[in-house]
Nanobody, 127 residues
Framework: QVQLVESGGGLVQAGGSLRLSCAAS????????MAWFRQAPGKERDLVAA????????YYADSVRGRFTISRDNAENTVWLQMNSLKPEDTAVYYC????????????????????WGQGTQVTVSS
């Protein structure tokens, strides 16, 4: 089972940028599709972006498309989430997740699509 550790969260003003990183253990990182989820207080955990092992396809939630970019480097066992033009509504705990195989987008329950999770990193966007 792959193990995931997120970093890069913090406090930023609206309109600013942050880059989240997720470091994965193991030698077979390239077989895993990776994703970023987020959970705001009192809300469900939602899929933000996903990327398959080869780098394509990618998926973005409508709320972040055009502002966030997911990328990965299989040699470094790392996936990133570049977040630009941040809004207060982006405030949440962001989680990295992994699953074997290609990922074409969420099924009815996106959380159940992924079996490995990191501990989360807090992102706070002030207005």
């Amino acid at each position: 089972q792959v193990q995931l550790v997120e970093s890069g969260g913090g406090l930023v003003q609206a309109g600013g940028s942050l880059r989240l990183s997720c470091a994965a253990s193991g030698r077979t990182f390239s077989i895993y599709a990776m994703a970023w989820f987020r959970q705001a207080p009192g809300k469900e955990r939602d899929l933000v972006a996903a990327i398959s092992g080869s780098g394509v396809p990618t998926y973005y939630a409508d709320s972040v498309r055009g502002r966030f970019t997911i990328s990965r480097d299989n040699a470094e066992n790392t996936v990133w989430l570049q977040m630009n033009s941040l809004k207060p509504e982006d405030t949440a705990v962001y989680y990295c997740a992994a699953r074997p195989g290609t990922y074409y987008g969420p099924t009815r329950h996106a959380n159940a699509d992924f079996g490995a999770w990191g501990q989360g990193t807090q992102v706070t966007v002030s207005s």
